[in-house]
């Protein structure tokens, strides 16, 4: 195994070689996050990689991210360190997205009716599914905005396939909510049907995280990402994406102490003093701590030698479509 150091020159020295540009997410590990090119969250992160003018874009990050870069700029040619799946975007794919559908046509609805919104952490396919039923893809950055946007076709909404962040959106905004196959759900009483998927990350934050570092510490203020159950939203002083929290936590006054339900890797560097994990367990995203400096050389190596690892590829027809869904969201943002 190479050491930190001699991967860390190796690198630079490919990227002087290559027309490369390093993308990586906030959840990051640090030694890969530090050699990034650009950095952001995920919307910041679409927008900009596709504008670079690098032949070849190296994300690190998980997969529906790298698929995003290929959809809005399919002649660029992406490749991932490590391919790793982010789980909530697995819990869907178009036959669970089509059932979703049915479970509202089968309630009343036309499906004429529905307006899909899709998280951002989808696969292609179901982006496509969304773009094809005139739908939106929105991120945690700019989910009410898109919601907003879509009501204003006085159509129900289906948000797929965070179920905490369509119930927290929907509560922020006064709209109703419910949760296909939790309890009773009927989409005639509510604004916004969310299909039941989770971040197994996000899940780890509690209720009584909150209640016990209000305690422990009083005057503490409470930073969560929208991904958190709608109980932890609540309770909490600021909810927003990755960036925003980091704006949030950067606009604090140094001696105010925070105490921050998100990722690992992005609250521990996020301030040296007075900030906290909200949580007593390592709130690790295991698929974006895959990614290494060594896989982060190997496939630039690789690049540089003819046989890319791990490129992104999708169909011509799924492109056509997830883009749709995509630049809709961009054009909801500007309008
Ligand atoms: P952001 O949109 O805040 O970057 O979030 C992406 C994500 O996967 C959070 O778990
Ligand atoms: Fe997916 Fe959750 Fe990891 Fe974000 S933190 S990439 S939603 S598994």
Redesign the pocket.
């Known amino acids: 195994m190479r050491d930190l150091q001699s991967l860390q020159a190796e690198i630079a020295q490919l990227k002087e070689e290559l027309s490369v540009t390093i993308v990586a997410h906030y959840?990051q590990k640090d030694e890969v996050f530090e050699i990034a090119d650009i950095t952001g969250d995920s919307l910041e992160l679409a927008k900009r990689a596709k504008e670079s003018e690098s032949e070849w874009i190296l994300f690190c990050g998980?997969g529906f991210m790298g698929q995003s870069v290929k959809i809005l700029a399919p002649h660029k040619r992406v490749a991932m360190p490590k391919i790793a799946c982010?789980?909530?975007?697995r819990m869907i794919d178009s036959t669970y997205f089509d059932a979703s559908v049915q479970y509202m046509v089968d309630h009343g609805i036309d499906k004429e009716e529905i307006l899909p919104i899709t998280y951002i952490?989808s696969g292609a396919e179901v982006k496509a599914k969304v773009g094809q039923m005139g739908g939106s893809v929105c991120t945690s950055s700019s989910a009410v905005k898109i919601i907003e946007k879509a009501l204003q076709s006085g159509k129900k909404i289906l948000f797929v396939p965070?179920k905490c962040l369509g119930q927290n959106v929907a509560r922020m905004m006064g709209l109703k909510s419910c949760v296909i196959g939790e309890g009773e759900c009927d989409p005639k009483e509510a604004d916004i049907i969310c299909y039941n998927g989770f971040?197994?990350?996000?899940q780890l934050f509690e209720l009584k995280d909150v209640e016990f570092f209000r305690k422990r510490y009083p005057g503490i203020k409470i930073a969560v990402h929208p991904?958190c159950k709608p109980e932890v939203c609540e309770a909490a002083d600021f909810v927003g994406s990755t960036s925003q929290i980091i704006r949030y936590v950067q606009s604090l006054d140094p001696e105010q102490k925070v105490a921050v339900g998100t990722?690992y890797n992005l609250v521990h560097r996020l301030r040296p003093k007075n900030t906290y994990v909200l949580s007593a367990t390592k709130p690790e995203?295991p698929?974006?701590n895959e990614t290494s400096l060594e896989d982060v050389a190997n496939t630039l190596k690789a690049i540089k030698e003819g046989a890319p690892l791990n490129e992104i590829f999708v169909d011509d027809e799924t492109i056509k479509w997830a883009r749709v869904a995509l630049e809709r969201m961009f054009e909801y943002l500007e309008g």
């Open positions: 959840y998980v982010c789980a909530m975007a952490n965070d971040c197994s990350v996000h991904e990722e995203c698929t974006m």
